[in-house]
Nanobody, 111 residues
């Protein structure tokens, strides 16, 4: 079973940028859909972005600011986050097959 490890989180000021990385322990070529989710304190986990053979999808609140991509050669999935807002503060999780999760990486947007 593939394992996922996220990295790249941290503290950033509003308006700043971060790039999250998700490293898979095996080839992601056969994984049709992979995604990034986030969970803020006291809130349910929500889908942020998804990438599949059919393209990409984003939750409305991040459209135009976040970009999901993947590198098959490196077995990596990325989430480029620009123009960050305090409401983007959450633990971000990488997902595969809708059932496999990484351990999460904390993103805090604060001045």
């Amino acid at each position: 079973q593939v394992r996922l490890v996220e990295s790249g989180g941290g503290l950033v000021q509003p308006g700043g940028s971060l790039r999250l990385s998700c490293a898979a322990s095996a080839s992601i070529v056969s994984i049709y859909v992979m995604g990034w989710y986030r969970q803020a304190p006291g809130k349910q986990r929500e889908l942020v972005a998804r990438i599949s053979g059919g393209g990409t999808n984003y939750v409305d609140s991040v459209k135009g600011r976040f970009t999901i991509s993947r590198d098959y050669a490196k077995n990596m999935v990325y989430l480029q986050m620009n123009s960050l807002k305090p409401e983007d503060t959450a633990v971000y999780y990488c997902n595969a097959y809708d059932t496999i999760w990484g351990q999460g990486t904390q993103v805090t947007v604060s001045s």
